[in-house]
């Protein structure tokens, strides 16, 4: 039964506690609080130091399988042109299969050494399954299904669902399914995917929504990029009527928007649409550095806040961005939204991920029989706000598991 002495601990659902200690036992947390000068110290006491306690973060959207493919598209504006691209890469995987499977397992330790606790991990092919569960990383696994054209629904979701049935059974991995984006699947491939999460006790999904001026174009007016690219690849449906609404409007009539729906990206969301997803408990989760790159724009940090959603956030894949350091996105937030408080800032990285992804029984806080995935983080010397400097940016050689889970 370990007792841990530190500077700070963040519970997360409490204010950070100076001078604090904490005590684990099989792998839960038993009692944590201040240390007042002369208390009992256990034998067994465990002094971090100068470090801030803090639960594992949550990166609620990721795509594990796409992480060969870090650093093989520069920075761009265009992001129909970035669109493209990934659609080419991701044609060329197959003659990658080594290479993705090693980047995959280099991915998982690197998210872990980052001081991730869970992920909600987006992939086609399942491949992220197997290797998540060996290394005993909690994960909703979205199997993410695409298929514009209406004929095409039924076949794309019984070759899912028997995807999913071989799938085995694991203590870590929670598979589910996801369609990828209003431009990418059809009204009745949505409602397919929608009546058999309703079948499942447990059903999260997931999809990309807001994240582009095609994409609100198709939706307005049945025009644009999405349509010429979906064209182009002999994809387009000629009886699909475009609902000339925004993309929350247009999939809150199908039904499909809950408190167990993840949104990801929301970077055309107006305030009407924020509000719409806070009355309905859907979470946004933003993934900025991702969205900055892409030539997506940068989000609408402030407005989330304003507007009362759950808010997570997500690496986005390493297609997008450098590395899997969810402290790096924490730190892009701070620099898009100054006068956001710190605090909801690791709110959005913590608990609100464990609570979209349904881990928040185990992890996100640091709360009498939750987890002990915890991680310190290296202080540099006196720090005037352990908040503030949390999202000021941290690397990994600054933070350490406390405990082996
Ligand atoms: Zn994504």
């Not at 095409?152 to 999913?164: C, H, I, K, S, T």
């Not at 002999?234 to 993840?262: H, I, N």
Request: net charge negative; aromatic share 6%.
């Amino acid at each position: 039964m370990p007792q841990y002495r530190a500077a700070w601990l963040l519970p997360v659902s409490q204010p950070p506690i100076r001078d604090a200690w904490l005590r684990t036992d099989r792998g839960r947390i038993i009692a944590f609080g201040h240390s007042r000068p002369g208390d009992f110290t256990a034998d067994d006491e465990i002094d971090l130091g100068e470090v801030a306690v803090l639960p594992g973060l949550v990166n609620a959207h990721t795509h594990i399988e796409l992480s060969w493919m870090r650093g093989r598209i520069p920075e761009t504006d265009d992001f129909d042109g970035w669109i493209r691209r990934i659609i080419e890469l991701k044609n060329e995987s197959a003659s990658h299969g080594g290479a993705v499977a090693a980047a995959i397992e280099e991915a998982i330790r690197e998210a872990r050494a980052f001081g991730t606790a869970a992920v909600g991990d987006i992939t086609n092919t399942l491949a992220t399954a197997e290797p998540l569960d060996r290394h005993g990383m909690p994960a909703v696994v979205f199997h993410e299904l695409l298929g514009f054209r209406s004929e095409d629904a039924q076949r794309v979701m019984d070759d899912a669902a028997a995807r999913l049935r071989d799938m085995p059974a694991s203590d870590f991995v929670r598979h589910t399914l996801a369609p990828h984006a209003p431009y990418s699947v059809s009204p009745a491939l949505f409602g397919l995917i929608r009546a058999a999460l309703q079948r499942v006790p447990f059903s999260r999904s997931s999809v990309h929504l807001g994240e582009s001026g095609a994409e609100i174009e198709l939706l307005k007016s049945g025009t644009g990029a999405c349509r010429a690219g979906l064209e182009r690849m002999g994809k387009w449906d000629s009886s699909w009527v475009a609902p000339q609404s925004g993309p929350v409007e247009y999939l809150d009539r199908m039904g499909f928007l809950d408190d167990r729906v993840l949104v990801v990206h929301g970077v055309r969301f107006v305030a009407a649409e924020l509000k719409r997803l806070a009355a309905l408990g859907t979470t946004v989760v933003t993934c900025p550095r991702g969205n900055i790159r892409t030539g997506a724009g940068s989000p609408p940090i402030e407005d989330f806040f304003e507007s009362g959603v759950r808010l997570a956030v997500g690496t986005d894949s390493l297609a997008s961005v450098p590395d899997l350091n969810l402290f790096a996105e924490l730190e892009q937030m701070r620099r898009i939204a100054p006068a956001v408080p710190a605090r909801l800032l690791i709110e959005s990285a913590t608990i609100a991920g464990a609570r979209a992804l349904g881990f928040d029984a185990d992890l996100g806080t640091i709360d009498s029989g939750k987890r002990d995935a915890l991680i310190a983080v290296q202080l540099d010397g006196y720090v005037p706000s352990v908040e503030e400097y949390l999202v000021s940016g941290i690397d990994a050689a600054q933070i350490s598991w406390i405990s082996a889970s």
